[in-house]
Each structure stands twice: as C-alpha cells, then as structure tokens.
C-alpha cells in the first residue's frame, strides 16, 4: 500500500518540471514520510522506495546526477539513519545493474555513487557494496586482495582452535609458586628455604622450570626491595639451569617491549642491572637483546648534530621571506615533532638503572660503546650520574668543601655494597670523581648543586697547592692533580657553565677558584672555551647559534638612552656564553668607535669571571693575525686598532679587571719588535692614572705641569681626569706584582730606534714617524706614571744606576736619564728629610746646607757613573757634574709657576660663589663640595710654598756648583759645540716640558755668569742653521724643537725689546764678552762687552738666518721638511718673523705650499693654511727693518763698525736684502741641489748623535800646518811696528763674524782654520793700556772720513766687474774668471788673515750644529749665483740700471772693504765710461724690441711670472746689490781699514795686471751683449735711472779720485 503510494508519488510531470516543482514535492513527500512516526516499517520502507525511485530514474537517464545528489543532500538530515538506508539502496541497484546488459545505466549508476560519497562513509559502504563496484569506486585497491583478507578474518574467527597446557601442567601450581614468593619475607625465610619449596612445586605440578624463573623474576620486579633474598635465590636457582637461560628469559622480556609504542618498565631495567652488578649475567650477553642497534645510535648523533648546523645556517643567514611562510615552517617543525616521538632506548634505560644502583663498572662500559656524550645528553641519565657523584664526594665535600656557616643536607651513602667506595681525600677524587665528570661533560649543568660542590672542592684543593713545604713525591702528585683539575674545568665546568641559564652565582663561584690560577692558564682555557669547546657537542653549537643572535638583538637597540635595560641583558647574556658574547661586542666596537662609551657603560651588570673573559678576548683581538694594523694607505694606524685601544682604556678603568695579561702582550710585541700596541699602554695609561700625553697643550697647561702634582692634575690637562687614585693603584700593583715596570720603559726606550731601523723597513716615513712618536710619548707617559705613583723604595729597587742603563741595557741615554730623574729627586728629599730630623735647626741657610749636603751624596756616584757614557774627550769641556746636573733637573726645580698656581686658586674661589649661587642643589651636596674645593685650594696653597723653597735651595745649589762645571781646556766653541750636542738637543725634544727646560736652563746658565760660557755662541749655534735639524725630526718632535725655539726667542725677544733689560740682564755678563779667551775671566772691559745696537743687529741676523732656513725647507718639495718647518714655525710664531720684509718672504712661500699641496697631500695643505691665517692676523705686530735695528752705522764706538762689516756680513741690511731677493728668485736647479743635500742630511743625521763631526771641524786645531808656518813668516817680515799697531786700533771683534762660516761659504776652510790657530798666539798678549785706547779712538775718527769716500767708489768699481763677468756665456770665460775670483781671494785674504789674525778666531766659529763642507758649497753656490744671472736676460740690464741705487746703499753700510778693491779703482774708471757709451746706443733699439722683450721674459724669467710687477722693482733693486756684497763676503774678514793698509799695498802689484787683462775682456763682453740682450721692461723707470746714474757718476768719480789719492 505504502509502496504504491510511493510510486504514485512519483511521477513523470516532477521529473519534467523538476527544478520548478519536482524537486520541492519529492522534498514534501520525503519530509512527510520521516514525520509519520505511527509505522516504523512502514515509513522505513516508504522513505527507501522513494530513494529507490529517485535513484533509478537517474539510472535511465530521466534526471541527472549532480540533481539527484543535491536533493539527496537534503533528505540525508531528516534522518539519523538516513545514510544507511541510501547506502541499501545503492546495493541493491548494484545488483540490478550489474546484471544488466545496457552498459550506459550501469555508468550512470557510478556517477550517481561517487556524487553521494560524501554522504555515506567508507565503512558502510564497504560492507554492502561489491567488490569490483568498490574497486572501480576507488574505495579499494584491488578486489582480490579485499576477498582474500576478508576470508582469512573469517576463518580466524570462527574456526581457528586453541591450544591449551600441552605440557599437562596444573594450573594449581603456578598459583602455590606466586604465593610461595610473594608471602612476607620478614620473618626467618631464607633463600635456600624458599629454593627447596620451589623445586618440590616443579616436582609435584609437573611445572616447567623457565616458565618458573620468568615468575621469579617477575615477582622480583614486583618488589625490588628484597635484593637480598632474589639475588641469592636466583643465584642457587642458576645452578640447575644452563648458563644462558636467564639472559635469553631477560632478553624475551625486553623483545616483548619493542613493539613500536612498547614502553619499557623500569622495574626490568633494575632487575637486569642488579643481575649484571652480580654477574649472574654478562652484559656483552644481554646487550644484543637490547634496541637500538648501535649503527643507529650513531647515525641518530650524526644527525642531532646537522641539524644543529642547520639551525646556526639559519640563525646566520639574512631571511627575506613574509611572516607568513615563516609561521608555516614553525608549523610543519612542530607536527614531525609530535609524529617522531623516539622509541624507547632500552640500552639508556639500562644504563639509568645501572648508575642508580651504583654499578659504575658496566655503566662506563655502554656509555664507551655510544658517542660522546650521547648517553648523558639524555637528562635522566646526566641526572642519575650527578646523584651518583654527589654520594661519591659526600665525605671529602663535607670535610673541605663546606663554606663557612653553610650547613647543608648530608646526602646518605648507597646500601649496594657493590657501589664504588667514597672519597676521602683528593688523590681519590683523581682516580674516581673526575674520569665519572668526564663522561658527563657539559651535562653537569643539569644540576648546579654537584657544580658548586666540584668548584669548591677545587678551591680547598687550589689553597693545597699554594700551601708550600711539602715533599718531592707530595709535589708531584700535586702537579698530576693540578693538571687534571684544569681538563675537569676546561671538558666539564666551562661547557656546563654554557648550558646553565645565566646562574650568576655559578659564574661567580667558579670565579673563586679561578682567581686562584695564574692569568696563563684561565687563558688558555678561556681559549679553548671559546675556540673550540663549543664545536664539541650539538647542544653547544645550538647554544653558540642563539647567542650571536640575542647578541646582534642587542647590540642593534644599544643607545646612550637605554645603558641599563641593555646592561641588563648583556649581563644575563655574559653569565653563561661571556666568549661569545665579548667577541662580537668587540667586532662590534671596532667597526662602529661611537658604540664605546655605551658598551662601557653597560657592562656594569658582570660577573668577576667575565670581566678576566673581556681582557682575554681584547688581547685576542688585538692579537688577531688576519687584521691589517695599517689603513690602505700605509701611513696610519688601522681605526680598528685605535677603538679598541680606547676601549681598553675606558673598561680598565672603569672595572677592576686584571691587566696582567694585556701588559704581558704588550711587552712580548716590543720582544718581537712591533710597536703598534703601544697604543693600548698609552691609552690604559692616560684614563687609568690620567696622565694625558698630547703634543698640542697650550702655554698654560705646560706652566702648570711644571708645578706640582696637585697643580698637575688641575690645570695640565685637557681632561680633568677624576678619581683615578683606586684605577692608578691597580695598575701600578700590576705592574710590580708581574715585575714589568722597568722592562716595559727599557723595551719602549729600546724600540725607539728599532722603530726605524728594524721596524720601519719598507714602511712608509709618515707611518714610521708616527710610530716613532707613539713609541716615545707612551714612555715618557709610562715614566711619568711611575715617577709619580711609586713609592721611592719601589723606584730605586727597580731603576738600576744610569751607566748600567746605558751600557748593559742599551738605553739612549736620554731615556736612561728620564727614568732615573725620579729616583735622583726621591733620593735627595729622603736624604734632606733624614738630616733635618737629625738636627732641627730651622734656619734658612742651614735647611740650604743639609740640601746642598744630601744632593752631594746621592750626585757623586751619579758624576762617577756618567763618565763612562762618553769618550775622555768629551770632559775636557764639560764636568759630568754640569752634565749629571743639567740632565737630573727638571723644570719643577728651576722656576714656580705662580701664575698658574693664582689661576687655578681663582678657578676655585669661582666654582665656590657658583656653588653659593646655586639655588637648586641640595645643602649637604653644596657643602661637600665646598669642602672639596676648599681642601683642593689649601692643597695647592702648600704646594706652591713648598716649590719656592725647593727651588730658592736649588738655585744656591748650582751657584756652589757653577765654577766647576765649563773646563774650557779646548775653545768656548768647542764647549758650546759639546753643550748643545750632549745635553740641549737631545733633550730639547724629549718632551714638551723638556723643551721648555732647555731654553730656561739656558738662560739660567747665563744668568749664573758662569765662567766660559758665552751666550751669544749658543744663542747663535741653535739659530744659525736649523735646517737638518728641523729635516731630521719627527712631527712630534718638530712641535717640541719649536716649542724650544719659542722659548729661546722669547728670551732674545725680551732683551731686544729694552735698552734697560738688555743693560740690566746682558751688560757685564761673560756670557756677552765678544773677545773669546780659552781661559776666558769673567769680567773683561766694557769694549769687550757686546752692546745694545750690535746685539739688535744680531738677532736681526738671527731671524734673518731663521727665514732663510724656513724657505728652503718649504722649496724642498720634501714632505718631512715641509711638514716639520711648518710646525716649528707655528710654535715660534708670537716671537718671529718680526721684522716686515721676512714676513712677507715666508708668506709667500707659505702661499705657494698652499696652492700646490691642495690635491696632492691635504695634510700639508691643512697645516700651510692655518699657518698662513695666523701669520696673516700676525702682520700688525711685525716692524720695517729699520725700527727693529738701526741701519746707520753708530759712532761711539769703535765695535758697531766691525759687527756691520766684520765677516758676519748677515747682519748688513743691504745684505739681509739681497738675500731675501735671494731667496724668492731662487731656480729650479738650486732647489733640486738643495733637495739632494737636505735628502741627504735626513739620511745621515741620527737624532742628536750627529753632531761630533761638527766638533773636529770647528776645532782647527789638526789644520795643514804648512800654512801656518808660511802665515807667521809673512807675519814676521811686517815687523814687530804693524803688530802693535794693529793691536792698538783693531777694536774687539765680535760673535757675528763668525758666522762667516755660513755666510761667507766661499772661504776656504784651511784660511780659517790658520786664523784660528794664529788667534790663540795673540790672544795671550797683554791686553791694551788706557793711553793705547784713548788713540786708538782718535784714530778711528779720522779715519771714518776716508773710509766712506773709499768704499763708494769701490763698491761700484767692484760690483760693475763682477755683473759683467757674470754675463759672460762662454763656459771658459766662467772657468778662467772662477781661477781668478780665487786667486783674489787668496791673495786678498791671506793679507787680511796676516794683518788681522788676533781676531781672527772670532771668524767662522759660529757654526750651526751640523757637518758640511764649506769649501764645496760655496763652489756650488757661486755656480747657482750665474744661474741666477743666465737664467733671465733681465737680469744683465736690471744689475746696470741699479748701479745708482747700488751707490747710495753702499756709501752708508759697505764702510770697510779689503785690500784688492782698493787696487782696482783706476782701471774700474775706464770701464765705467764704456758702459755708459755702450748704454746710450742700446736705448735707441729698446723701443723697438718691446713686444718681443716681454714674449722672451715669459719663457725665461720663472720669478717674474709668479711676482706684481712693483715687486719686480724691489727684487732688480735687490740683485744690483747682490754681486758686489757677496764679493764683498769671499774678502777676507778684516776689522778695520786701518789695519789692512799696508796689506793693500803689497798686494796691488799682484792684482793689478790681472785685473788690467780681465777689464779689457769685459769691456770687449760688455759691448757684443749689450746688443743681444734685452732690458728691463718698463722704459720710462729706466731713462729716470740712468738720468740719475749720469748725474751721480761724475761726483762719484770725483769722490773716487780724492779718496784714492788720500790713500796713496
């Protein structure tokens, strides 16, 4: 009925019009079907007929699908078994259309199927459908199979028969045996008892034996508190069974639980270890049974460790990938995590058991067959084995390793008997703790407890060791425990540490006995630690990864802002991986040197230990190979290297890290000969005991740091350097405790000149200089730290005398005497104080008594030790005891800076009223700092009182000494020559202070009036010539030798200033005596004396003498010349250039630097160009030549006369001019020779041992003596009449003559070497009567008039010749004139030496401190004068248009001219008219050749191009003088015109016809040239000269015809 119902209601109109009404009315009639709940069958098979229905018209066709299936969709929830019924449904139409022939229905049926699989499941269908649907439906792979398998399900469970007891044993029996072992075991029952009872079992219940021992042990699993009763049990019960039996039933037993999620009971792994403790079985038996194989053991630790590296590989490579795939992979990671879940390692649960019962023997035997640190990579076997230690070490611990007022819980021994015994004393622990600490390894982090327990034992066992007056053997074994003691800290404890999650308090009691090692080994093991620990095992490698990366977080958000938070990770970070961690700080620091002060700052948070790691990974990193310690350019230190150095220096200070290891690196790199880390110990130095090395301190700080210390820390440094004393303490207990005060100066003082000639080699001279410099300000800053922190017992303990320095050590005896200046100091205030004590007599003189006393007794043995320093000669002229003296003071002992004490006590009384003032700072906090600054006030107060004594008691000291210290057994100039070369120059450039020093020991030497030191010599000698001395300095060097030389002009400059300073400070001191006697008296006659004007003419000549030095230097090219004159010429600046005219030289040149520097060495061109600023802002303050000295020559004296025309002609101004034109016209060719001598001199000077040649040479005394002989023949035949005349009228000669030696260059050296020689016969005659004088005055009056008609005409006559001989192109006309100009000179000279010979030592003495070759120099010179001439065809006019000018200047300054010139006048006549004839017809062609006289003067005259025009002028003017004055100069230096009269006559025959000859050929020159050759440019100038010139020549001549008959 329902079924037809069904059909009825399912029509073929819903099947047409099925998504309009079909589909809804089969929904109604499904849903009414479901509802009807009376008839359950009923409605069943209702719903199924429809589904049927449905599903068949799908089959034919009538509906598709995908309808069907969407319709089913919904029908399939109006019931619960819905899904069952559909899956019927599809049964039985499976069955029909199987059967059917129509392939198409059969398809449609799939397609309806596998659309409505997602309504059905697997399962259901599977049991109802065919196989082969199923096949085809994919739900099965293949049918036969499916059959197959489900036959043999079939048969298993329906038919398959069990077996059941075939051994017929009884049940009964079993259950008696369980009973039987699991009764109470406390009462009398024994093991034997038990045994019989279990056999009788056997017997009586046929009960199989195996099967009965599998009992036994189950039960002993069951209660493994009973090993006393199993063990023997099984142990008898063994004696009845086969050997094997029990180790093939263990073996079932561990098979049993290897299925893949098996679990392993513990109860088995301790039952199988007790059973191997006993050897009832052998473990190479057992341990086949066991899974995994090891293979696969090995292959699991292979791969624990790629991963690892996988990990570091990802931590370290840059990921640019989206969050998104990252989220992803963290996914996939976490799913392998859960699916790989290991199977249970039976042999690591064995191994558990075994180290829980104490059985070490077999547990060591599995761990040896398993990698390192496999086993205990497992935590509950690190574990196991770390309760095992602390067992083993209870009694030891207990006993030495407890800490003061801890108690601790005492841990009870193992019952097993069979465990390994305790230790009792520390050869035990050897034996047995540490091999068991071995196989543990880094898994001892697992627990800190048994950590903490070994580190203390290690302490107790450290204190041992230290602890001497044992045996020999007692030493030995203390060495082997020593030794093991290190590999337990470097394989067990460092690497633990790593593991342990930043446990501060380990770090720190590992620190406790770590301290206790010498820095050596806690390096070394930091080392290892470092270097290759972490590569040893997976987990460190992870560790090492994770690390670098928080690091990098870190290092990336450090900022001065958040110091402490960053601190604080950095802290937590460095507990556990402080290797790690410090090494990228510091790669970090040296890239990036702005990160220091913050990393500094926040490395507060450190443990002890770390901080002794950072030093180790600093000295690694400055001692690492693969780093570059120079910049590309190889002239600088690397950046690198310079932050680390700084940083060294903040953290060393800052925190109390040991600084043993870094002293001992660098003192091993000055063993080896490298200097770069030098850098590190200037640094350490200066903020630890703030002690500032810098070449750039003002006047004002260098006064104060001759005060002293106090006045020192105030005002001498840049940086107020705060709180140093505790940093300053450290570093000097460093220093002693590891002895490496003294090897520290002796290698740097050493290293110096290594820096040169060993270490230089190839190096570039910037670099070398550079680390010369650093060398040396490190010492002097090393020795300064020493001197003032070590007490005096410590400094003269150390410090051995100054000959055992020099001669066994090696040092340069300027360092010698810089480290034992200190201990001469504390020496003599410890020997004053002991006298005072001894008799308190508190008068002024005697207090000076007892110090002249003390310093006598510390200053003897000085004055004997420094004899051995230099050759016997040497003390001829100095007393080591002016030597020990002038070396042992120091600038504290000669003056009191008081001004800067009044500015630093000013400073405060400042600081006091601004912390008055100051409303918001706290009372307390104002009250401790006025406290402060009241204190530092007093303090400074005491000081500066204590100064002036010492100073006014030194001052008495060296009047005592004065006497005794110039022996003067050779000349003054030999003395001064030994003064400068011994004592000043090597110590001018010591240190700035030093410099200082000199230039004031100086000026007190003269102010003492010491007997045979002239002043004006040593003046003169460092100012002459400061060229090679200036090219042989370094750039720090450069800036001291300045400093030196402010200093001295400072002192010139005052006394130049003032007509009442100069009377007062320089009048009747020796020091200004101009007559040089060997055994020279103090006083000597006010003619003797140099006066005011004179001495204003030579410190012109001095500054002139300085420009001259200064251009060359500049046109050099040379950039050691250039950089080193341009810092000594900033330091020198407020004295000099003075005087208008060398200023405006030095600019120039200065300018030109700028110009041509600016590409190619910025250095220089930064350096030219502050110079050129500040000499620029300077120009206000220089003077003309005239105001600085007066031109005219004064007539009350006889002396000015011969200071302006004596030899020492630089003081002329028409001289000073010439040569300033000199030098800016100088050419090409003369540059490139003087580069050649300077590069030369740079090469040959060593520092200030260059200076003893000079000596020889200024001495004469090994002179030809054939010359002399024929010299004082001459002599003789002149009678004994013009000797005295001579000595009569010649006026006293003075210094400035000597410096003929470098002006004059054209004389011969023998000539001054047989005037010297000639000096020192007249010297010993009787000085002059009052009477003699008095005529000799008289005299020189009327005199005056003749010589200044004479000198016109001859400086005319003379200059003409030589212009026209200059214009000669002819290289054999050069030669032949040369010949001749030399032939005048002698014969001139000699005249002049033999009639002026008692002044004639005076004449080249002056000398600069250096060898050269003067009659080689002047050759060259003369050759570069022609050059100058040739090289412009303007010159050969300018020098005749200037002729007018020329007059004038030489009828005021060239008064005295010698003999030869006078002899010339007639025949000069002649040649005069010439010219003027040969210059008229020249005029005429003039106009014509302008165009082309301008076009040549561009390519010729390279001067002319650079120069204005009004300059060009001045410059013509200049060269007309230049001939004639240098002509002037190769004359010899005779005194006065009077004395060289007779001379001239006898020499006229001689020059005359020579002279007659060489006109005529001039004459013959003069016309052909003046036709080629060009003059000057502007026409207009020159007509007005030559109008003046024709007008001025016929006086001129009428004067000349006067004067020389007159002369006749």
């Not at 690694?620 to 150095?645: C, F, G, V, Y």
Request: with cysteine.
């Amino acid at each position: 009925m329902a079924a037809a119902t069904v059909v009825a209601a399912l029509p073929d109109e819903w099947i047409k019009n099925w998504e309009k009404s079909g589909k809804s009315e089969f929904l109604q009639l499904c849903r009414s079907l479901s509802e009807n709940k009376s008839h359950d069958n009923v409605t069943f098979r209702g719903i199924q007929q429809a589904l049927y229905e449905l599903a068949y018209h799908v089959v034919r066709g009538n509906l598709k699908h995908d309808q069907a299936s969407n319709v089913l969709n919904d029908v399939i929830e109006f019931r619960d078994d819905m899904p069952s019924i559909l899956a019927d449904v599809f049964c039985v139409l499976d069955i029909e259309t199987s059967c059917l022939e129509e392939k198409n229905k059969r398809d449609q049926f799939m397609q309806l199927v596998l659309a409505c699989l997602y309504l059905v499941s697997d399962t259901i269908l599977k049991e109802r459908l065919d196989p082969e649907t199923l096949e085809s439906l994919g739900l099965i792979k293949q049918s036969q199979q499916f059959n197959q398998k489900s036959v043999k399900i079939k048969t298993k469970l329906f038919y398959k028969q069990q077996k059941f007891n075939l051994l017929r044993e009884e049940n009964e029996g079993y259950a008696k045996l369980i009973a039987e072992l699991g009764q109470d075991l406390s009462g009398n029952i024994t093991s034997e008892l038990i045994l019989e009872n279990i056999k009788s079992l056997i017997g009586c219940f046929n009960l199989d034996p195996n099967r009965v021992l599998d009992i036994i042990l189950e039960v002993y699993e069951c209660r493994p508190e009973y090993d006393e009763f199993f063990v023997p049990l099984i142990e008898s019960y063994m004696y009845m069974c086969e050997p094997q039996t029990l180790c093939h039933i263990l073996g079932f037993k561990f098979k049993f639980y290897q299925e893949p999620n098996g679990e392993t009971p513990v109860s088995l792994y301790r039952v199988a270890a007790v059973l191997l403790q006993h050897n009832l079985i052998d473990l190479e038996d057992l341990y086949v049974h066991l899974l995994p194989t090891d293979n696969t053991i090995l292959e699991e630790h292979k791969r624990e460790i790629g991963e690892a590296k996988q990990i570091v590989r990802k931590l370290t490579m840059v990921v640019l990938s989206s969050e998104k795939t990252e989220e992803k992979e963290k996914e996939k990671e976490k799913e392998e995590e859960k699916t790989e879940k290991p199977p249970d390692n039976q042999k690591l649960g064995l191994l558990e058991a075994m180290l829980k019962i104490g059985d070490w023997q077999h547990a060591q035997s599995i761990m040896d067959q398993m990698p390192p640190f496999y086993a205990t990579s497992h935590k509950p076997i690190a574990v196991a084995l770390c309760q095992l230690l602390h067992v083993m070490i209870e009694p030891l611990y207990r006993r030495l390793g407890v800490p003061k007022g801890a108690k601790g819980t005492p841990i009870p021994p193992l019952q097993n008997k069979r465990a390994p015994k305790q230790v009792e004393n520390f050869e035990d622990l050897r034996k047995e703790v540490f091999n068991m600490l071995c196989y543990l390894g880094p898994h001892l982090s697992h627990d800190p407890i048994l950590f903490a327990k070994v580190v203390r034992l290690g302490k107790a066992f450290m204190k041992e060791y230290q602890s001497d007056g044992s045996k020999q053997e007692d030493k030995e074994k203390m060495e082997l425990l020593f030794s093991c003691l290190l590999s337990i800290t470097d394989q067990v404890l460092l690497p633990s540490l790593t593991l342990m999650d930043c446990n501060a308090c380990m770090s720190e009691e590992l620190w406790g006995m770590f301290k206790t090692f010498p820095y050596q080994h806690r390096y070394r093991l930091y080392g290892q630690w470092k270097n290759e620990t972490y590569n040893s095992h997976p987990l460190l490698v992870k560790v090492k990864a994770q690390t670098i990366d928080r690091a990098k977080y870190i290092m990336k958000r450090l900022t001065k802002e958040n110091v402490k938070p960053s601190g604080r990770q950095i802290g937590k970070l460095s507990h556990s991986n402080p290797t790690i961690l410090f090494d990228y700080i510091l790669s970090q620091i040296q890239k990036y040197d702005n990160l220091i002060t913050p990393v500094v700052d926040s490395l507060k948070y450190l443990t002890s230990l770390n901080y002794d790691v950072l030093a180790y990974c600093i000295i690694e990193a400055l001692a690492n190979p693969e780093k570059e310690r120079m910049k590309h350019d190889d002239t600088t230190i690397s950046s690198w290297l310079q932050s680390l150095a700084s940083f060294c220096g903040a953290v060393f200070r800052k925190y109390p890290i040991e600084l043993a290891g870094l002293l001992q690196y660098v003192a091993n790199q000055l063993k080896a000969g490298k200097s770069f880390d030098l850098l590190i110990l200037k640094e350490v130095v200066q903020k630890m005991a703030g002690i500032e090395i810098t070449e750039e301190m003002t006047m004002e700080q260098l006064e104060a740091m001759t005060g002293g210390e106090q006045l020192k820390a105030e005002g001498g440094y840049f940086g107020q350097i705060r709180n140093t004393k505790k940093s300053s303490q450290r570093l000097k207990d460093a220093l002693l405790d590891h002895d490496l005060a003294l090897p520290l100066c002796l290698l740097m003082a050493q290293q110096r000149n290594g820096v040169i000639f060993q270490e230089g080699g190839e190096k570039h001279l910037k670099l070398v200089g550079k680390l010369y410099d650093q060398c040396h300000d490190t010492l002097v800053q090393f020795g300064g730290f020493l001197a003032s922190n070590l007490s005096t017992e410590d400094y003269i303990k150390r410090v051995p005398s100054i000959d055992v320095l020099c001669n066994e050590f090696h040092t340069p005896h300027d360092a010698a005497f810089f480290l034992s200046r200190p201990m001469y100091a504390h020496h003599i205030s410890s020997k004053y104080d002991e006298l005072k004590k001894a008799e308190k007599g508190n008068k002024q003189q005697q207090k000076v008594h007892k110090y002249i006393t003390s310093c006598e007794l510390v200053m003897a043995p000085v004055h004997d030790a420094v004899i051995s320093l230099h050759l016997p000669k040497v003390w001829d002229d100095i007393s080591p005891q002016f030597y020990a003296t002038f070396w042992s003071l120091t600038m504290y002992d000669l003056a009191v800076p008081h001004s800067s004490y009044e500015r630093e006590v000013n400073k405060l009384k400042v600081q006091m009223k601004a912390i008055d003032d100051n409303q918001e700072m706290p009372p307390n906090k104002k009250k401790k700092e006025k406290e402060r600054c009241t204190a530092l006030q007093d303090k400074l107060l005491e000081e500066e009182k204590k100064q002036s004594e010492h100073v006014q008691r030194v001052l008495q000291r060296l009047k005592l000494e004065k006497d005794n210290w110039l022996l003067a057994k050779s000349t003054k100039n030999e003395t001064i020559t030994k003064f400068l070369q011994l004592c000043i120059f090597p110590r001018c450039i010591f240190s700035a202070i030093d410099a200082v020093y000199c230039a004031r020991f100086v000026e007190l030497v003269h102010q003492q009036k010491t007997p045979n030191f002239s002043t004006l010599l040593c003046y003169d000698r460092v100012f002459s010539d400061i060229i090679y001395t200036v090219a042989s300095c370094t750039e720090n060097e450069a800036s001291r030798y300045g400093r030196f030389l402010c200093c001295m002009l400072d002192t010139i400059t005052r006394w130049h200033s003032d007509r009442a300073i100069y009377e007062k400070e320089c009048g009747n001191y020796p020091g200004f005596l101009t007559i040089l006697r060997t055994t020279g008296c103090d006083g000597g006659n006010k003619a003797d004396q140099l006066d005011y004007e004179n001495f204003r003419h030579v410190v012109h000549k001095w500054h002139y003498k300085l420009t001259k030095a200064s251009v060359h230097c500049l046109e050099t090219g040379e950039y050691t010349h250039i950089r080193n004159i341009l810092i000594v010429l900033t330091k020198i600046l407020p004295w000099y250039p003075k005087v208008a005219n060398l200023g405006t030289a030095l600019e120039r040149r200065v300018q030109k630097i700028c110009q041509d520097e600016k590409e190619k060495r910025p250095d220089l061109y930064a350096l030219a160009m502050g110079y050129s600023g500040q000499l620029k802002s300077r120009k206000h303050c220089m003077v003309p030549e005239n105001d600085f000295h007066h031109k005219d020559p004064p007539t009350r004296n006889a002396v000015p006369t011969t200071v302006q025309n004596g030899p020492g002609g630089a003081a002329l101004p028409p001289l000073l001019t010439i040569n300033a034109a000199k030098l800016e016209e100088s050419t090409a060719e003369e540059t490139d020779k003087l580069k050649e001598k300077s590069q030369g001199a740079v090469k040959v000077i060593n520092k200030a041992a260059s200076a003893t040649p000079k000596v020889t040479a200024s001495n004469g005394n090994s002179a030809a003596n054939s010359k002399v002989i024929k010299e004082k023949e001459e002599k003789e035949k002149c009678g004994k009449e013009k000797d005295k005349e001579k000595k009569e009228k010649t006026p006293a000669a003075t210094p400035e003559a000597k410096s003929l030696g470098k002006d004059g260059k054209e004389k011969p050296k023998e000539e001054r070497v047989n005037k010297e020689d000639k000096a020192r016969d007249t010297k010993e005659k009787t000085p002059k009567s009052d009477k003699e004088k008095e005529k000799a005055k008289r005299e020189e009056k009327s005199s005056k008039d003749e010589k200044s008609k004479i000198t016109v005409t001859n400086a005319e006559s003379k200059s003409t010749a030589e212009k026209e001989r200059e214009k000669e192109p002819s290289r054999e006309r050069d030669l032949t004139k040369d010949m001749k100009s030399k032939e005048n000179i002698r014969g001139g000279g000699g005249g002049g030496g033999g009639g002026g010979g008692e002044k004639a030592p005076v004449a080249g003495s002056l000398k600069s401190p250096v060898p050269r070759s003067e009659a080689s120099d002047s050759e060259r010179e003369q050759k570069r004068r022609k050059v100058d001439t040739h090289s412009s065809p303007s010159h050969s006019s300018t020098v005749k248009d200037n002729l007018s000018e020329l007059k004038d200047s030489s009828a005021k300054h060239y008064i005295n001219h010698s003999a030869p010139t006078l002899s010339k006048s007639k025949e000069r006549e002649v040649e005069k008219k010439d010219l003027d004839k040969s210059r008229e017809r020249s005029r005429e062609r003039e106009k014509k050749d302008e165009k082309e006289r301008k076009d040549r003067k561009r390519d010729h005259s390279n001067s002319d191009r650079e120069v204005p025009q009004d300059s060009t002028k001045r410059r013509k003017e200049e060269n007309g003088t230049t001939v004639s004055s240098k002509h002037s100069k190769s004359e010899s230096p005779s005194d006065s015109p009077r004395s060289n009269e007779k001379e001239k006559e006898k020499n006229k025959s001689k020059s005359s016809s020579k002279e007659k000859g060489e006109s005529i050929k001039v004459e013959k020159m003069e016309k052909s040239s003046s036709a080629s050759k060009k003059e000057s440019r502007h026409d207009k100038e020159k007509t007005e000269k030559k109008d003046k010139r024709d007008s001025t020549g016929g006086k001129e001549e009428k004067k000349h015809h006067k004067s020389s008959d007159k002369h006749r």
